[in-house]
């Protein structure tokens, strides 16, 4: 109903508009060599008007069969880039979900068909899902042309040549990629194997104050593997004379790793010889607190002047004799304590009548 109220409306619309157009229409004469031709005036603004838009909607036909073979390219190119980046995806999800497998062939199946624009990406991920580690290195040496993957493919060639004992050229992807991303702990972590490798001691520990203070959690879960490369780097003193940094190293390795035995064993006769007995008793209490054992034992009442007795008490005072009972009692017999051995015997006794 109200289409047609709407369509009658427009018609007397026009109607009244083609009256009202007719009583003031006027004629105009066009004149060409001897030819006269009259005609009225609202039909010559008439003919203009649809000449005008019949001229405007060829110029826009004509122009799209110009650009119908550009615009046909770019909607290629548009369904190609959206089929690399389907696949690129896919391959992401493949490797963040731990198959870098099946993310490769992925890869390998199409990567001759990838856009240009995705070859950054697509070397990104041969780098890391190839098994190959030469094939990695030259996706990783393409990567280094790229800034937002120079620290990482730097990072991962210096790891590399790590691995493979060339040291140099680790050295070098290495500092690259500290300059790039000085905060990268991980990197860090690298860098400290890489320095105990080459010997570089203050190097060494200079990243290791480094990653303390980037990541502490990394610190801490790495801390053991510190300790034992401190523990190279005292015995590597010790074969060049230098008694004085080999103690260093040992303390350093006893302050990561405090039960390391290896290192209080090589530490204490050297605190000994250099008449620093309060030293080597330090360390070795902290050690029997952390782990009570009975070289631990030995290597204290070496480092102590104490009666026996005395001895028991200190020791005991770090780890609870009712908790290592059997140590206790070997303590005691070793040490000539058979009141204090008889006790404990007793005491482990009532101990196992109550199991």
């Not at 493919?153 to 590399?160: G, P, Q, S, V």
């Not at 054992?293 to 028991?312: A, D, R, V, W």
């Amino acid at each position: 109903m109200i289409r047609l109220l709407f369509s009658t409306i427009f018609i007397l619309f026009l109607y009244f508009a083609f009256s009202i157009a007719s009583t003031y229409d006027t004629k105009v004469y066009l004149k060409f060599l001897d030819y006269s031709v009259a005609i009225s005036g609202f039909f010559l603004i008439g003919t203009l008007i649809i000449g005008s838009i019949f001229i405007a909607f060829m110029s826009k036909i004509l122009a799209i069969i110009i650009n119908a073979p550009k615009l046909i390219s770019g909607r290629i190119k548009t369904s190609q880039l959206q089929h690399s980046m389907r696949t690129i995806m896919d391959s992401y999800g493949l490797t963040l979900s731990g198959d870098p497998v099946s993310a490769k062939k992925v890869i390998d199946r199409i990567k001759t068909d990838l856009q240009p624009d995705f070859a950054v990406h697509t070397h990104l991920l041969l780098a890391t899902t190839n098994p190959n580690p030469e094939q990695r290195t030259y996706h990783l040496r393409y990567l280094l042309e790229s800034s937002p993957y120079q620290s990482f493919a730097a990072k991962e060639l210096a790891r590399y040549f790590l691995g493979h004992k060339y040291y140099q050229q680790a050295l070098e992807y290495g500092h690259k990629a500290l300059d790039l991303r000085p905060d990268d702990a991980e990197l860090a972590q690298l860098l400290i194997e890489l320095y105990a490798a080459m010997l570089m001691w203050d190097q060494f520990e200079e990243m290791v104050a480094k990653l303390k203070k980037l990541d502490h959690s990394r610190f801490i879960n790495f801390a053991t593997e510190i300790a034992r490369i401190y523990f190279v780097a005292a015995k590597e003193a010790l074969a060049s004379g230098s008694d004085n940094k080999a103690i260093y190293y040992l303390e350093q390795a006893l302050t990561h790793k405090v039960d390391f035995l290896e290192a209080a064993s090589l530490l204490c006769p050297l605190l000994i010889n250099s008449g620093d007995m309060v030293s080597s008793r330090r360390f070795l209490k902290a050690a029997f607190t952390a782990l009570p054992s009975f070289e631990l034992f030995e290597l204290y009442t070496m480092s102590s002047n104490s009666k026996p007795q005395e001895i028991y008490l200190e020791l005991a005072s770090s780890a609870d004799p009712k908790n290592n009972v059997g140590l206790f009692i070997a303590i005691t017999r070793s040490l000539g304590l058979e009141d204090e051995t008889k006790r404990l015997i007793e005491a482990r006794a009532i101990e196992m009548q109550g199991l």
